[in-house]
C-alpha cells in the first residue's frame, strides 16, 4: 500500500459543521421574523471516497486540488441534521460549491443552498453566500442618559429650529432637536461611560407620531474607542420599542449594517432624565 495514496486531510475524514443560521427577512418594519436554526452538516472529504459530499472538481493546472490551493472549485451536497449525530434525520441537503480564493489559502467563498426535506420546511431554501470568514455579528445593549428639561443648562437634547409661531415640541411637525446623550453598559447612569449619540432628530409626521432619527453612536471606551455606527430611520414616537436602522459603520463597525431598538427604560418626571436602552444588532467586517 503506497504510502503516498493516504489522503491529506486526515484524520478528518468525517466532519461536522455547526451552522448557526441566523435569517432576517427585510420588510415592512412591523413584519419582520427572526428564525434561529442550528444546522449540523454531515461533511465528508475523505479524498475519493465513493460517499464523499465535498469534492474537488476544478483548480490550477499542475497544482494539488486542495481546500488551500487558491483556484480550487469544490462541489457539495452535505446532508444535514438537527442534532450532531449523522444517524439522526435528515432535514435538508447544502447543495452547492466552495472556492478557495484567497491567494495565501486562507479564504474560501461560500455559495450554497439550504434545501429543507423536512416537515416543518419542505420546499424552503435559503441562499447562503459570502467570503466564508468575513462577517461577524455584534449585539449590543447601550443606555443613553437623554435629559430634555426645557432650558436646564445640562440639557443632553434641545430644540433648535421649527414652524414660526408654533412650540418647538417633540410632537410639532417640523421641530429639529439636536442631541448628544452620553451612554453606559449599565441601566446606571453613575456607571462608566462608554460612548456619545450625537445627532439629530426631527419631527417628521404630520400628525406628530414619527420623528426621523439621524444619529452616530460614536465609542469612547476602550474596547471599541474610534468606531462608530449611523442610525438612521423613522422612530415611532410612542411605541413601546422603536425599530430603526442601522446604516453603516467606522472603524471596528466597518461596513456595518443592522437594526437598532429604542425603549424607555426609566423616566424621572421632575428632571425629565430618561433612561433609553438602545439594543444593536449589526453585522461587519
Ligand atoms: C436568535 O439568537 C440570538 C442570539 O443568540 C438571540 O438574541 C435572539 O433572541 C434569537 N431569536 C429568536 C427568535 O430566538
Ligand atoms: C463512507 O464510506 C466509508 C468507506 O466505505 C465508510 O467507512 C463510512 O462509514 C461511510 N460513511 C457514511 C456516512 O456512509
Ligand atoms: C442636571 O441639572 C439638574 C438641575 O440643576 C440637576 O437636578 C440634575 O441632577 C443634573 N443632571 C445631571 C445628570 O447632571
Ligand atoms: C433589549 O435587550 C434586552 C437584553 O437582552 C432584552 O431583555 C430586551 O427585551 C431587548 N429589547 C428589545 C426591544 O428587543
Do not use: W
Not at 455547526?18 to 452538516?41: C, G
Amino acid at each position: 500500500m503506497a504510502q503516498n495514496f493516504l489522503p491529506e486531510r486526515l484524520p478528518n475524514l468525517f466532519l461536522v459543521l455547526l451552522v448557526l443560521a441566523t435569517a432576517i427577512y427585510s420588510a415592512k418594519v412591523t413584519d419582520l421574523k427572526e428564525t434561529n436554526l442550528s444546522l449540523f452538516f454531515q461533511d465528508i472529504s475523505a479524498p475519493g471516497a465513493v460517499n464523499a459530499t465535498v469534492i474537488p472538481v476544478a483548480g490550477v493546472a499542475g497544482k494539488a486540488q486542495t481546500f488551500t490551493q487558491f483556484g480550487t472549485v469544490f462541489v457539495t451536497n452535505d446532508f444535514i441534521t438537527k442534532s450532531a449525530d449523522s444517524n439522526s434525520l435528515e432535514v435538508g441537503r447544502a447543495q452547492g460549491m466552495y472556492v478557495t480564493v484567497g491567494l495565501d489559502g486562507l479564504n474560501s467563498h461560500v455559495m450554497i443552498s439550504i434545501v429543507f426535506t423536512n416537515k416543518e420546511y419542505s420546499g424552503s431554501t435559503l441562499e447562503i453566500q459570502a467570503k466564508a470568514t468575513d462577517l461577524k455579528e455584534t449585539i449590543l445593549s447601550l443606555f443613553f442618559l437623554d435629559i430634555s428639561a426645557p432650558g436646564a443648562a445640562n440639557a443632553t437634547v434641545i430644540p433648535v429650529a421649527g414652524v414660526a409661531g408654533k412650540a418647538q415640541t417633540f410632537t410639532q411637525f417640523g421641530t429639529v432637536f439636536v442631541t448628544d446623550d452620553f451612554f453606559t453598559k449599565s441601566a446606571d447612569s453613575n456607571s462608566p461611560e462608554v460612548g456619545l449619540a450625537q445627532g439629530m432628530y426631527v419631527t417628521a409626521g404630520l400628525d406628530g407620531l414619527n420623528s426621523h432619527v439621524m444619529i452616530s453612536i460614536v465609542f469612547t471606551n476602550k474596547e471599541y474607542s474610534g468606531s462608530t455606527l449611523e442610525i438612521q430611520g423613522v422612530s415611532k414616537q410612542f411605541e413601546v420599542a422603536r425599530e430603526v436602522s442601522v446604516v453603516a459603520g467606522t472603524g471596528k463597525f466597518r461596513f456595518a449594517r443592522g437594526y437598532a431598538t429604542f425603549e424607555t427604560y426609566s423616566y424621572h418626571v421632575p428632571t425629565h432624565h430618561a433612561v433609553i436602552r438602545c439594543n444593536v444588532t449589526v453585522q461587519h467586517y
